[in-house]
Every structure is written in structure tokens, then in C-alpha cells.
């Protein structure tokens, strides 16, 4: 059976740069981020407009039926992300450092980021704060972008005793701040904040120069990201308060993630009210 590509609804889209995410950011535009594991919903992704793509090692639980994300490798990070990068044309492409790749060291992160940068990702995103500070400046200073992630982390969901909301009490809210601004001073370009309250988040936010990508953080984050199968209504069990299936209504795939850049950059996604922040 042969397939045939639909024409690209995004042809016109010069590739995005870290550049242009700034403009972005500094315009007041909200972003858009979703994740993609393989070449087909890259491209789709692609072509409705979403301006970042982060193959994440959610693809763990989401691709190989896992339960967590941490069994997964560098090495099956590195193969994701040449897929996406062969279905992508013009959005910016993150790879996710999976656990165990950069913790060790910063020369080890270095390692590891060379992989995925090898493999096609313009940026790395590891996660957690207070002792990555010197290894995003160790990245940073040797031209690897780098994208932070605090709140809820998912490597560290052993840790945290599963998957919490981050930053409830004044004390754990100033840590993430804390975090947040070392972070930026070390030369991070992005933050994504997952699972912390929206005064928090929020807060936050207008004190950083960087743009903050929310997931489970409220609406006044510089933008958005969700875990695709989710918003795409594949996901089976319970999925989080913040989730919300963009296929309904849609006629296609395309529309839902039209409608998902749409709603965010309007910002109709997410719904403080609706989801309790």
C-alpha cells in the first residue's frame, strides 16, 4: 500500500531558530512545544505550525509500555531523534538527556549531549535544579543550547514519591525559584515547568529572561507543551487534570494540532478554571 503526502500546509515557514524563539518570546507570542518520537508525526507536527518539537523519553512509557522513564538508553534517544529529524523540516528540535546520561559529571552530560546533537537535536533538556547548574553552564559555555526542567521531574519520580504536584508550600515554591534563576544565570535558553501551582509558575515567569513552556503549570507560562498521544486522545487510563483531547471535534490529526497552536498562542489552552491550578 502506498501513501501519499498531503501537501505541506507550513511550506512557507522559514526554519525556526533559537533566534526566532526569542523574538517570539520577546513579542509576547506564546509558544508552542509538542513531543514527537518518529519521522510521520514530526512532519505532521511540522506543518501545523508548533514551533518546537522535544523528543522526550516519555517515549518510554508511551512507545515501549513502560512505567516510568527511566530504563530508557542514550542510545534509544539518539534513534528517536534522527527520526524526528528526517519527518521535520522547519520546527526547532529538542532531545531529552535520559537518566543516567548526565548526572555523573558535566564532562559526562557533555558526552551524552554530543550524541544527541550528533543525531539532530539543536538543543538538550535535562532535568532538575541546584546541582545542574554547573553542568548547564558547562554545556552552555561550549555551545550546546540547553533547555532546564523544574517541577515535577520525571527521572526523579522514585524520589518524589510519584507523580506530585511541585512547589505547594512557600518553602518548596522558593527552591523552584531559586532553581530557576541559577539555572538561567548559568546560561539556560528555555525552562519547562511541569506539575507546579499557576501563582508559581507564574510568578516565576515575569522574573525570568528566558521563556518558561508549561505542562500542568497554568496559562501564563511563555507557552505549552503536551506529550502528543495524550492530546490526541491515544493515551488508555486515567491522564492528568491538565490534559485535553484536541481530536475531539477535529476531523483530522492536522486540525487537532491546529487547533492545539491555535488555543495556545490564544490563550484558550490551558484553562486555569477548568483544570484547577
Same mark, same amino acid.
Given at each position: 500500500?502506498?501513501?501519499?503526502?498531503?501537501?505541506?500546509?507550513?511550506?512557507?515557514?522559514?526554519?525556526?531558530?533559537?533566534?526566532?524563539?526569542?523574538?517570539?518570546?520577546?513579542?509576547?507570542?506564546?509558544?508552542?512545544?509538542?513531543?514527537?518520537?518518529?519521522?510521520?508525526?514530526?512532519?505532521?507536527?511540522?506543518?501545523?505550525?508548533?514551533?518546537?518539537?522535544?523528543?522526550?523519553?516519555?517515549?518510554?512509557?508511551?512507545?515501549?509500555?513502560?512505567?516510568?522513564?527511566?530504563?530508557?538508553? &542514550?542510545?534509544?534517544?539518539?534513534?528517536?531523534?534522527? $527520526?524526528? %529529524?528526517?519527518?521535520?523540516?522547519?520546527?526547532? =528540535?529538542?532531545? *531529552? /538527556?535520559?537518566?543516567?546520561?548526565?548526572?555523573?559529571?558535566?564532562?559526562?552530560?557533555?558526552?551524552?549531549?554530543?550524541?544527541?546533537?550528533?543525531?539532530?537535536?539543536?538543543?538538550?533538556?535535562?532535568?532538575?535544579?541546584?546541582?545542574?547548574?554547573?553542568?548547564?553552564?558547562?554545556?552552555?559555555?561550549?555551545?550546546?543550547?540547553?533547555?532546564?526542567?523544574?517541577?515535577?521531574?520525571?527521572?526523579?519520580?522514585?524520589?518524589?514519591?510519584?507523580?506530585?504536584?511541585?512547589?505547594?508550600?512557600?518553602?518548596?515554591?522558593?527552591?523552584?525559584?531559586?532553581?530557576?534563576?541559577?539555572?538561567?544565570?548559568?546560561?539556560?535558553?528555555?525552562?519547562?515547568?511541569?506539575?507546579?501551582?499557576?501563582?508559581?509558575?507564574?510568578?516565576?515567569?515575569?522574573? &525570568?529572561?528566558?521563556?518558561?513552556?508549561?505542562?500542568? $503549570?497554568? %496559562?501564563?507560562?511563555?507557552?505549552?507543551?503536551? =506529550?502528543?498521544? *495524550? /492530546?490526541?486522545?491515544?493515551?488508555?487510563?486515567?491522564?492528568?487534570?491538565?490534559?485535553?483531547?484536541?481530536?475531539?471535534?477535529?476531523?483530522?490529526?492536522?486540525?487537532?494540532?491546529?487547533?492545539?497552536?491555535?488555543?495556545?498562542?490564544?490563550?484558550?489552552?490551558?484553562?486555569?478554571?477548568?483544570?484547577?491550578?
Amino acid at each position: 500500500m502506498s501513501s501519499h503526502p498531503t501537501p505541506d500546509a507550513n511550506a512557507t515557514r522559514k526554519p525556526i531558530t533559537l533566534h526566532r524563539l526569542r523574538e517570539l518570546y520577546a513579542s509576547g507570542e506564546k509558544l508552542t512545544m509538542l513531543t514527537a518520537y518518529d519521522a510521520t508525526f514530526a512532519r505532521v507536527a511540522d506543518e501545523a505550525g508548533v514551533e518546537m518539537l522535544l523528543v522526550g523519553d516519555s517515549l518510554g512509557m508511551v512507545l515501549q509500555g513502560r512505567s516510568s522513564t527511566v530504563p530508557v538508553t &542514550l542510545d534509544e534517544m539518539a534513534y528517536h531523534v534522527r $527520526a524526528v %529529524v528526517a519527518g521535520n523540516k522547519t520546527a526547532w =528540535v529538542i532531545g *531529552d /538527556m535520559p537518566f543516567g546520561s548526565y548526572q555523573q559529571s558535566p564532562a559526562r552530560a557533555m558526552a551524552s549531549a554530543t550524541v544527541l546533537m550528533q543525531a539532530g537535536a539543536q538543543m538538550v533538556k535535562l532535568e532538575g535544579g541546584g546541582w545542574t547548574t554547573e553542568t548547564v553552564r558547562f554545556l552552555t559555555d561550549r555551545g550546546v543550547p540547553v533547555c532546564a526542567h523544574l517541577g515535577l521531574t520525571p527521572q526523579s519520580v522514585h524520589a518524589l514519591g510519584g507523580y506530585r504536584i511541585q512547589g505547594k508550600t512557600d518553602e518548596a515554591a522558593a527552591t523552584l525559584r531559586q532553581h530557576a534563576h541559577a539555572l538561567a544565570d548559568a546560561g539556560a535558553a528555555m525552562m519547562v515547568f511541569e506539575l507546579m501551582p499557576s501563582t508559581v509558575a507564574t510568578e516565576i515567569t515575569r522574573s &525570568l529572561p528566558i521563556p518558561t513552556i508549561g505542562i500542568g $503549570a497554568g %496559562v501564563d507560562c511563555s507557552g505549552q507543551v503536551l =506529550v502528543l498521544p *495524550d /492530546m490526541l486522545g491515544l493515551t488508555r487510563g486515567k491522564l492528568p487534570r491538565f490534559v485535553k483531547n484536541f481530536v475531539q471535534g477535529a476531523t483530522s490529526i492536522d486540525e487537532a494540532i491546529k487547533t492545539y497552536v491555535a488555543d495556545v498562542k490564544a490563550k484558550r489552552f490551558p484553562d486555569n478554571a477548568l483544570h484547577g491550578y
